[in-house]
Nanobody
Framework: QVQLVESGGGLVQAGGSLRLSCADS????????MGWFRQAPGKERDFVAA????????HYADSVKGRFTISRDNAKNTVYLQMNSLKPEDTAVYYC???????????????????WGQGTQVTVSS
């Protein structure tokens, strides 16, 4: 069973940084592809970043490339999203998600992920 809990959200000024964490209490974390998504009010849930089970491959949305970094620590059952140079348009609820396989073509599709956390709010003020 995969149970994901996000933390680390908050209010930050534009140009600032935050690090989100997503911890899994299950036993199979190290075998899952992990993703981060975000959803702003009135908008669809969008892909942010993903990382393969080994951490050997990462993927990013164009809007966050060069500013965000996804990483994972399988010994701690935790995936991270380091967010730098934050912009007001990064404001959203951020969700982590997990799936048991890797497929490049669907890496950014929310419906391809089986497990989701409850989300954490990130607000960037101008």
């Amino acid at each position: 069973q995969v149970q994901l809990v996000e933390s680390g959200g908050g209010l930050v000024q534009a140009g600032g940084s935050l690090r989100l964490s997503c911890a899994d209490s299950g036993r199979t974390f190290s075998s899952y592809t992990m993703g981060w998504f975000r959803q702003a009010p009135g908008k669809e849930r969008d892909f942010v970043a993903a990382i393969t089970w080994s951490g050997g491959s990462t993927h990013y949305a164009d809007s966050v490339k060069g500013r965000f970094t996804i990483s994972r620590d399988n010994a701690k059952n935790t995936v991270y999203l380091q967010m730098n140079s934050l912009k007001p348009e990064d404001t959203a609820v951020y969700y982590c998600a997990a799936r048991s396989y890797y497929n490049y073509n669907s890496i950014g599709l929310p419906r391809s992920y089986s497990y989701w956390g409850q989300g954490t709010q990130v607000t960037v003020s101008s």
